[in-house]
């Protein structure tokens, strides 16, 4: 089945630390995003990547980072300067990195403090 | 003014019901119009995507595009309780990588 897969599902992070989010796609899809889901927000945009070795911020970028080597991944990491980093994480992707090209989702993480 | 409105709710129907969810925008350059379900604890699915003003229908689901009035709508006959979830529209401009999200409007199906 053709689709994008987040792991891991759930992640909790000590004070300090940073950790890495992960985000897979087996769409053939060159473009993908990545959205941060707070309670009452709408879905804000962090990183998106339209090509390989290249990704550009979004809207909330401080405190993140992103890579794109391979064109299935898009990893995200939650550095230790993000110092509100509980939220739900969503990955995404499309086909290309453009508005008439619909985004579809992964199931999320959620990331809390311990 | 927010780029794009939605009422959070929460909506409360009986089974059976038409229900309609709506987003209002405040730029007239947004030509992409989608409208996403969200199940609890899951990512948004894409339910309707639609780029002209009118109605475009799929099963028991009809979009509604009124872009002189910068109003969106998502209409759905037969309301099931397996429908209850967060509805959020999305809207993006003409050349542009971003989708503009509303804030979901949280639905239940009463059986």
């Known amino acids: 089945d053709g689709g994008i897969t987040q792991s891991p599902k759930y992640l909790f992070r000590k004070e300090g630390q940073n950790v890495t989010l992960s985000c897979e796609q087996n769409l053939n899809h060159d473009a993908m995003y990545w959205y941060r889901q707070d309670p009452g927000q709408g879905l804000r945009l962090i990183y998106y990547s339209q090509i390989v070795n290249d990704f550009q911020k979004g809207d909330i970028a401080e405190g993140y980072s992103v890579s794109r080597e391979k064109k299935e991944s898009f990893p995200l990491t939650v550095t230790s300067a993000q110092k509100n980093p509980t939220a739900f994480y969503l990955c995404a992707s499309s086909i290309g990195g453009r508005s008439n090209q619909p985004q579809h989702f992964g199931d999320g993480t959620r990331l809390s403090i311990l | 003014q927010k780029e794009v409105e939605q009422d959070p709710g929460p909506l409360s129907v009986p089974e059976g019901a038409i229900v309609s969810l709506n987003c209002t925008y405040s730029n007239s350059a947004f030509q992409y119009f989608m409208w996403y379900r969200q199940y609890s604890r899951k990512g948004p699915e894409l339910l309707m995507y639609t780029y002209s003003s009118g109605n475009k229908e799929d099963g028991r689901f009809t979009a509604q595009v009124d872009k002189s009035s910068k109003y969106i709508s998502l209409f759905i006959r037969d309301s099931q309780p397996s429908d209850s979830a967060t509805y959020l529209c999305?809207?993006?401009?003409?050349?542009?990588?971003?989708?503009?999200f509303g804030k979901g409007t949280k639905l239940s199906v009463i059986p």
């Open positions: 999305a809207i993006s401009g003409a050349g542009s990588y971003q989708l503009t």
